[in-house]
């Protein structure tokens, strides 16, 4: 014996407000996913932040080698090598017994 109920307004009003809950769930959901804010652009922030320090180590390694190599000219530590190298590659000039070998190092 099939038994059935006939949809009354309080079964409307109760399916309606369920419907409206579930919307709202769903769109809270789906922006804590795939919003501004949610966990797909975490993951990008993240990944921005380990390009940025990889960057930040490289630079921080290539400071090092540039202080030392300023150090080394410095009055208090100069190295007649250095400032020897340095005054000929600023002003182009070679003393009578040097060879001059001219290399492009730059890569195509």
Do not use: W
Not at 2 to 17: L, Q, R, W
Not at 36 to 43: N, Q, T, Y
């Amino acid at each position: 014996m099939a038994f059935h109920m006939p949809i009354t307004g309080d079964k409307i009003k109760h399916y309606f407000v369920v419907m409206i809950c579930v919307g709202i769930v769903a769109y809270f959901v789906c922006h804590g996913i795939m919003g501004d804010r949610g966990f797909i652009a975490l993951s990008q922030v993240e990944y921005q932040i380990a390009d940025a320090k990889a960057d930040l180590k490289k630079i921080q390694t290539e400071r090092e080698k540039l202080e030392a190599r300023t150090k080394l000219l410095r009055p208090d530590g100069l190295d007649l090598d250095m400032l020897d190298e340095r005054a000929r590659a600023t002003l182009g000039y070679t003393k009578p017994n040097d060879y001059v070998v001219l290399y492009n190092d730059k890569k195509n």
